[in-house]
């Protein structure tokens, strides 16, 4: 299941403040973006005190987009969770005891898109366990300045994606998973048979949060490129994030195609890299390659050391 948190927050990073009234901070715009977000979305959750306090509707508003998850054959709108250990289902909704026990059962009802909208406490849990792949965060532009007002608050590591401005709000979207996805592609670096002419990388090819293939340098013959030892595997990768300890390389000196041109043929559409390349084999520049034709890339530095360090010809 892909999980999207969303919330809107003050300058000063709160959700809320401790008054009974619901705190607006977003303005119509962003309301019609979130609403473009839950219909994209088969289930919509919060936790037991915004359920109380606000008694969201949590329904899509736009006749248009109700009409065209109609005319694709969803239901006019995503289903309402709750979850909390005191409030008891109504009408449609369902309500749960725990998180792990609503990912569970929605898991097992079909759900593949699940929009988290709060509260503090929620969104929290959700961060701190590593149990989202977005968060869309609208920052108004006002202070809320209210010490018993919620805050958003979580560990998390987090690569910002996009930035919208609405009017007066900046809809920032952050991207949750880079890191774990890097830590798994530095991990199968490892495997690597060892080389002295060659680097040791690892590659995890992910599409809406799942994992389509991996691979690692020298994985099924000599000089096998971790990414097309993972793109070898697979027959259609179009849309997909390639996450690669080491940058993809630009030109190679067996004269074999360069990843960078592969990554393009497959239609990936990003590219996450920890350790950019360094002119020891080759002088490359993948990542303006791939950046050129409009490829989104991301360089992690925060994980290079770690890519690095299974290279051992690169000494201490
Ligand atoms: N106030 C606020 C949000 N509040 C969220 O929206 C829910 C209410 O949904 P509904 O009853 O359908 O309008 C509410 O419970 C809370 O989770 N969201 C935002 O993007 N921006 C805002 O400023």
């Not at 919330?7 to 715009?29: E, K, M, P, Q, V």
């Not at 989202?132 to 690569?159: C, K, M, Q, S, Y």
Request: net charge negative; hydrophobic share 45%; proline share 4%.
């Amino acid at each position: 299941m892909y999980v999207v948190l969303s919330c809107a927050a003050s300058i000063d990073g709160y959700l809320d403040d401790s008054s009974d009234t619901r705190l607006l901070l977003s303005n119509a715009a962003d309301f019609d973006r979130v609403d473009e977000v839950r219909a994209g979305c088969d289930a919509i959750m919060v936790g037991g005190n915004t359920y109380r306090r606000d008694q969201p509707r949590l329904r899509i508003r736009s006749a248009d987009r109700i009409a065209a998850r109609r005319a694709s054959g969803l239901p006019e709108h995503p289903l309402r969770v709750v979850v909390s250990r005191s409030v008891a289902a109504v009408d449609d909704w369902l309500a749960y005891p725990s998180i792990d026990l609503a990912l569970k059962d929605l898991e097992a009802r079909g759900v593949r898109r699940l929009m988290v909208e709060g509260g503090a406490d929620v969104l929290a849990q959700f961060l701190n366990r590593g149990l989202a792949d977005e968060l869309h965060l609208a920052v108004a532009p006002r202070f809320v300045g209210d010490p018993r007002g919620t805050r958003l608050n979580g560990i998390a590591e987090a690569t910002l994606a996009e930035v919208t401005q609405l009017d007066q709000i900046v809809v920032l979207r952050y991207l949750l998973r880079d890191h774990a996805f890097m830590r798994q592609a530095i991990e199968l670096s490892k495997l690597c048979p060892p080389s002295d002419t060659a680097f040791a990388v690892g590659a995890v090819i992910v599409r809406e949060g799942k994992i389509l293939s991996t691979g690692y340098s020298r994985e099924t013959d000599p000089t096998v490129h971790a990414e097309q030892a993972a793109l070898n595997k697979i027959g259609d990768a179009k849309g997909a994030t390639v996450y690669s300890s080491l940058e993809p390389c630009s030109i190679r000196k067996s004269g074999a195609r360069p990843c960078a041109d592969r990554l393009i043929e497959a239609g990936i559409a990003r590219v996450v890299y920890a350790w950019r390349e360094p002119p020891l084999f080759v002088h490359g520049d993948g990542a303006a390659v791939l950046k050129d034709v409009g490829i989104e890339v991301v360089e992690l530095t925060e994980l290079a050391a770690e890519a690095r360090a299974t290279n051992v010809m690169m000494g201490p």
